[in-house]
T-cell receptor, first 115, second 111 residues
């Protein structure tokens, strides 16, 4: 059974039109991550939530926002997608406690196309 | 800052062993991971190793960790066509709960 679920698998959006990608998890993990992966490149961390605390990477453009309304769901909002934002977006989760942590589980990704 | 490096390509004959290498810079890494990514798919965790271990074996997979040299390797025994994929090495930055990925090694299998 899928534990980290991303919807949709494929998303086409128009240049400049806001788009939201979603991620849900059944693992009850306290950390959720969003990565951007462009073709033939390493996944690049955009931001992550540690419980309710939002942690933005220094080089993540302001165009990218995130929401985590509860433990199970996390959203990636792209306010004004540009052609350069076309990529695979990967959600991941992990459970972390002081002094111990676990491996990260990834969803299947959402491939975003900007037209 | 943290950095993870891998060679970009590896080609092996079907049935041979594949060895994919990785170097990392963060000496405080607690977990080191190997992920597999097939075309158009997400990342599949293959195996991971704690930083206090030297070796981990899981069926056809063997992970070796040289902490002194900050070198990690993944050996796939009896490589099959289904092993064709990109393999990502990753480390967990324990101070910041981040997972940092290498650029990936594309493994191709020749008959």
């Amino acid at each position: 059974d899928a534990m980290v679920i991303q919807n949709p698998r494929y998303q086409v959006t128009q240049f400049g039109k806001p788009v939201t990608l979603s991620c849900s998890q059944t693992l009850n993990h306290n950390v959720m991550y969003w990565y951007q992966q462009k073709s033939s490149q390493a996944p690049k961390l955009l931001f992550h939530y540690y419980d309710k605390d939002f942690n933005n990477e220094a080089d993540t453009p302001d165009n990218f926002q995130s929401r985590r309304p509860n433990t199970s769901f996390c959203f990636l909002d792209i306010r004004s997608p540009g052609l350069g934002d076309a990529a695979m977006y990967l959600c991941a989760t992990s459970r972390e406690r002081k002094g111990a942590d676990t491996e990260a589980f990834f969803g299947q990704g959402t491939r975003l196309t900007v037209v | 800052g943290e950095d993870v490096e891998q060679s970009l390509f590896l080609s092996v004959r079907e049935g041979d062993s594949s060895v994919i290498n990785c170097t990392y810079t963060d000496s405080s890494s607690t977990y080191l991971y190997w992920y597999k990514q097939e075309p158009g798919a997400g990342l599949q965790l293959l195996t991971y190793i704690f930083s206090n271990m030297d070796m981990k074996q899981d069926q056809r997979l063997t992970v070796l960790l040289n902490k002194k040299d900050k070198h990690l390797s993944l050996r796939i025994a009896d490589t099959q066509t289904g092993d064709s994929a990109i393999y990502f090495c990753a480390e967990r930055d324990s101070s910041a709960s981040k997972i940092i990925f290498g650029s990936g090694t594309r493994l191709s299998i020749r008959p």
